[in-house]
């Protein structure tokens, strides 16, 4: 079933004390798919993820998980979905290794679980730790039992809160790979992070969050491509102590003797070098860079509504 | 429905506590044992208010009685304000089990302990105040019901309170006053009028006075007056417990 919906949201509300978090919010996204849910602090994706899992009731509007209303039809959306939250919890009375069984107890799994609770302990690197308990453990090993826990049963949906944030380079490039592996297997993965180009490189489809109103939704290609803007990097012969306004209004940084203007799509290269050698600029070397999910980001977030 | 998943939350919060023994059975079955040797002790020569029963083997049912309830409550609260404060119910919360099975597995929990630690003081303190078997159906049915009451109680204020403190005020300023206005230590009967009257609004009273029945043979009112009300007070409880959880009150935000 290439077509079919892993979680649907339809027109989400939610506000807390009368501040709207979430503002006529729906999406789909299709099972199977690897998505970003991207957005400043604050903008939502937390409620939104919250929604979701059943962990914060919206004011009004629905969600379906694999076809499941998460409120009336809660315990097959439930099993069909793993939540690793963004805050880190503890538990004192159990280790670890026990947790993930009593967890994998709540959703009907006995013995038979235990196998893949080892499976998991040891794919995560938590193999060592399997008698210890969360209090323990490093914030980014709490992170790598938050995910074990989310995946006891299997879910087929996956759904990470920010499951990098805190977490050192290696660690995170492995859980990574980890999750490549998940999705590679079939599992809907829905993410959010601050990581915008892991979130470019691994994600199929992105949308964007700000204010609690989604501002795009789109094929991580589709969103860069739309991107009204490219930069250019241009290395220039000399440069004058002032640059002249034509110039300074494209420019986007500077190092050294080299520019990196940001320019209109549509504007020509000729025109652009014309205004280049009007300022006096001679160039030694010119160079077209990719544009980056952060900056289709930085863009939607500060100049508003997209497409 | 899946049995298992109910089962494994009914395990965890019996393990939970039982990891803790120490302090969950121990330490109130030592208080109580004080209790009983200090009151026990001073007041011996008091009478009962009973004819043919001596002040001790009075004062046993009242206290093995309050030392239950105390730690039902004290169970199913702790449990689940330490689960709020830890961010673990969150765990509980994504699962499939429904309010109704979340809410049973606690009080199962509050009942059980509340239980062994009864059964702890009845077993040690016989050896000194040997008591008469009278009703086992009395004792058992206002045992259970009423750690089951503490139990959704205590469940209630784990729900409400967000930090330990509001959990230990309302210990210290509902919980604990109620019990030692309960009849523990003397015969209602033999109160001024006044006090009298306002026993009858202590459902901790009927906790007692009914479980001493079960011992003694003897109470206050009739005993099945204290089975309805405790009843009633387990329903109402029950359906306030049910409608709130399954509303997410103060947990699903
Ligand atoms: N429990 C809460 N009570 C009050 N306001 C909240 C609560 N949770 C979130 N908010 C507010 O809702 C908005 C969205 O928060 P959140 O979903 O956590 O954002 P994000 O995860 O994108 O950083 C923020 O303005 C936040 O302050
Ligand atoms: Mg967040």
Redesign the pocket.
């Given at each position: 079933m290439p077509n079919a919906i892993a979680v649907e949201i339809t027109n989400l509300h939610k506000s807390?004390?009368g501040?709207a978090?979430l503002t006529d919010v729906s999406l789909q996204i299709p099972e199977g798919s690897f998505f970003a849910l991207l957005?400043p602090?604050?903008?939502?994706?937390?409620?939104l993820i919250g929604a979701i899992s059943g962990l914060i009731k919206p004011d009004s509007g629905r969600i379906r998980v694999m076809g499941h209303d998460v409120q009336a039809d809660f315990r097959k959306a439930r099993r069909a979905l793993g939540l690793v939250p963004?805050e880190l919890i503890d538990e004192p009375f159990f280790p670890i290794r026990q947790l993930l069984r009593i967890q994998a107890g709540y959703f009907g799994l006995g013995k038979s679980q235990w196998a893949w609770i080892d499976e998991l302990l040891q794919r995560l690197g938590l193999w060592d730790k399997r008698d210890a308990y969360m209090s323990s453990l490093s914030g980014g090993m709490k992170r790598r039992v938050l995910i074990a826990l989310a995946l006891v049963h299997k879910p087929a949906v996956v759904v990470l809160d920010e499951p990098t944030a805190g977490v050192d380079i290696e660690l995170r490039l492995s859980m990574w790979a980890f999750i490549r592996e998940l999705h590679a297997q079939g599992h809907t993965i829905i993410l959010?992070t601050h990581y915008l180009e892991e979130a470019e490189q691994l994600c199929e489809k992105i949308a964007i969050?700000r204010e609690?109103q989604l501002l795009a939704l789109e094929d991580t290609q589709t969103l860069i491509a739309s991107h009204p803007w490219e930069y250019l990097e241009v290395t220039l012969e000399n440069l004058p102590a002032v640059l002249p306004q034509m110039v300074t209004d494209l420019l986007h940084r500077r190092s050294a003797n080299k520019l990196v203007l940001r320019l209109s799509r549509d504007l020509a290269r000729s025109e652009l070098l014309a205004i280049l050698s009007a300022a006096g600029l001679v160039l030694t070397e010119m160079r077209q860079l990719e544009a980056s999910l952060e900056d289709v980001f930085r863009t939607l977030t500060t100049n508003g509504v997209h497409s | 429905m899946s049995m298992l998943g109910f089962l494994t939350l009914c395990k965890k919060e019996i393990n939970r506590f039982m990891s803790v023994s120490v302090q969950t059975i121990f330490a109130p079955l030592v208080s109580t044992l004080l209790y009983l040797l200090i009151f026990g002790q001073v007041i011996s020569s008091e009478s009962s208010g009973f004819e043919h029963v001596s002040y001790n083997a009075f004062l046993l049912p009242g206290l093995i009685m309050m030392t239950m309830l105390q730690n039902a409550f004290s169970n199913s609260s702790s449990s689940l304000i330490q689960s709020k404060m830890y961010g673990n119910l969150d765990l509980l919360l994504l699962s499939p089990l429904s309010a109704t099975e979340i809410f049973l597995a606690f009080v199962l929990g509050a009942v059980v302990r509340g239980m062994l630690v009864g059964i702890a003081i009845a077993l040690v303190s016989y050896f000194w105040i040997p008591f008469v078997w009278i009703n086992p159906f009395w004792l058992l049915s206002f045992a259970l019901l009423t750690t089951f009451v503490l139990g959704a109680m205590g469940f209630l204020a784990g729900l409400w309170a967000d930090k330990y403190d509001k959990l230990a005020a309302f210990q210290n300023f509902v919980i604990l006053p109620l019990t030692f206005l309960s009849g523990v230590f003397y015969s209602v009967s033999a109160l001024p009028a006044f006090w009298q009257q306002a026993t009858w609004f202590n459902p901790f009273f009927y906790m007692v006075d009914g479980f001493r029945y079960g011992f003694l043979g003897v109470s206050d009112v009739s005993p099945w007056l204290s089975l309805s009300v405790i009843l009633a007070f387990a329903v109402v409880l029950s359906a306030l417990c049910l409608v709130l959880l399954a509303k997410g009150w103060k947990i699903r935000?």
């Open positions: 807390y004390q501040v978090a957005g602090n604050g903008a939502g994706k937390s409620t963004q959010t969050l609690g | 935000r």
